[in-house]
């Protein structure tokens, strides 16, 4: 999982975000279904 990365269910849906200076940026929204590990990997 990145560094810093938070998530939160909705719905059917996980949504997969990060604090930035001005709110929130959301990263990535994955159906609850698909491989999370696979779709928000730390990158190298």
């Given at each position: 999982?990145?560094?810093g990365c938070l998530s939160d269910?909705?719905?059917c849906h996980i949504i997969?975000?990060?604090h930035a200076d001005e709110g929130i940026?959301?990263?990535r929204?994955?159906?609850s279904?698909?491989?999370t590990q696979r779709?928000?990997?730390e990158k190298e």
């Amino acid at each position: 999982m990145r560094s810093g990365c938070l998530s939160d269910p909705a719905g059917c849906h996980i949504i997969f975000y990060r604090h930035a200076d001005e709110g929130i940026e959301v990263i990535r929204i994955l159906h609850s279904s698909m491989d999370t590990q696979r779709h928000v990997a730390e990158k190298e």
